[in-house]
């Protein structure tokens, strides 16, 4: 199954600083139809102001993944972590046993970003960040893997999170199609650009899907475009 959600249905809120998208339940948003998604937690399609932020705030017993689509977003934590993440990278943050960071954009342009929140199957873990670039080609064959959390990954250098979760992602170049096995429920996120999938559904910049039941999809790019798929589980352990 294939449900497709539409940029315009998702939840928004605009801070002056910051143009939030949700497509699930948070902060000012609450939809009791839209709190999740199995393990996943929250995906916010953020806009942030140059020169703006996220001020020093607390997390705990959450992997959280930034995927920085436009500019570039600079993390400072309570561990000693420090590091800027550009366009096409991310980071990754196990918040564990607790922790306070920041974000901010300390860009001269906007920076667009997706923050992606997953439960953890370990509870209080030691907080950790880490981040990685990943080529910007085009791919050809296949979806890279960007996260996991499978011990069978360890040597596809995809970062690492406390749940059995996989995000994938790249970018596809006009009139390409490539095929993706679904090892487990999926949300699909277009970046960018115009992308079918199965010959069924087509999805746009800013768009969603909930992938359910289906063991592989084809997907199609109408015209450049940038996406990433999200496994996990339907439990969080």
């Keep these: 199954m294939i449900k497709h959600i539409p940029y315009e249905s998702l939840g928004h809120h605009n801070y002056q600083w910051l143009d939030a998208r949700y497509?699930?339940?948070?902060?000012?948003?609450?939809?009791?139809?839209?709190?999740?998604?199995?393990?996943?937690?929250?995906?916010?399609?953020?806009?942030?102001?140059?020169?703006?932020?996220?001020?020093?705030?607390?997390?705990?017993?959450?992997?959280?993944?930034?995927?920085?689509?436009?500019?570039?977003?600079?993390?400072?934590?309570?561990?000693?972590?420090?590091?800027?993440?550009?366009?096409?990278?991310?980071?990754?943050m196990s918040a564990g046993s607790g922790i306070y960071h920041s974000e901010y954009n300390l860009e001269s342009e906007e920076t667009k970003l997706y923050q992606i929140w997953i439960a953890p199957n370990k509870q209080n873990v030691e907080p950790r960040w880490a981040q990685k670039e990943f080529p910007k080609s085009s791919v050809k064959n296949e979806l890279p893997l960007l996260v996991s959390g499978f011990s069978e990954d360890e040597d596809k250098k995809a970062l690492f999170i406390h749940q059995n979760a996989r995000i994938y992602g790249g970018r596809i170049n006009r009139g390409k199609s490539l095929n993706h096995n679904i090892k487990n429920q999926s949300?699909?996120?277009?970046?960018?650009?115009?992308?079918?999938?199965?010959?069924?559904?087509?999805?746009?910049?800013?768009?969603?899907?909930?992938?359910?039941?289906?063991?592989?999809?084809?997907?199609?790019?109408?015209?450049?475009?940038?996406?990433?798929?999200?496994?996990?589980?339907?439990?969080?352990?």
Excluded: C
């Excluded at 139809?33 to 996220?54: E, S």
């Excluded at 705030?57 to 561990?79: C, F, L, W």
């Excluded at 277009?190 to 087509?202: A, F, K, L, P, Q």
């Excluded at 768009?207 to 969080?236: C, M």
């Design 23 to 92: 497509h699930f339940s948070f902060a000012r948003y609450y939809n009791p139809a839209r709190t999740g998604f199995g393990a996943l937690r929250v995906i916010n399609d953020d806009i942030i102001k140059a020169g703006a932020g996220f001020d020093t705030h607390p997390h705990e017993n959450m992997e959280i993944i930034t995927y920085v689509r436009q500019g570039a977003i600079t993390h400072t934590d309570s561990k000693g972590n420090k590091g800027r993440t550009g366009a096409g990278n991310m980071q990754v």
């Design 187 to 237: 949300y699909l996120l277009v970046s960018y650009g115009e992308i079918i999938i199965n010959d069924t559904h087509t999805l746009q910049s800013g768009d969603g899907a909930e992938i359910t039941d289906i063991a592989a999809i084809t997907l199609t790019a109408n015209e450049g475009s940038e996406i990433l798929i999200i496994e996990v589980p339907e439990q969080t352990n």
